[in-house]
């Protein structure tokens, strides 16, 4: 993997993740009032359940 993959890969995240602020910065501010109201168990499985949803769509599309 070269360090143009890993950036571009980056930029992608990056413009995913500005997405829903600058689309609709309403529904991402209730999210995030949403997501202060659980618990860190709660907030860690998320995480937990988004890495290993990453890991699967890397190990399918780049065997």
Do not use: D, H, K, Y
């Not at 993959?5 to 413009?15: E, K, Q, S």
């Not at 529904?27 to 988004?50: D, H, K, M, P, Y």
Request: charged fraction near 10%.
């Amino acid at each position: 993997m070269s360090v143009s993959t890993i950036l571009l890969a980056f930029a992608l995240m990056l413009i995913l993740e500005g997405a829903l602020p600058f689309l609709a910065p309403a529904v991402w501010r209730e999210t995030f009032r949403r997501l202060l109201a659980l618990s860190n168990g709660q907030i860690r499985f998320i995480g937990l359940l988004s890495m290993l949803a990453g890991i699967a769509l890397l190990v399918v599309f780049f065997p």
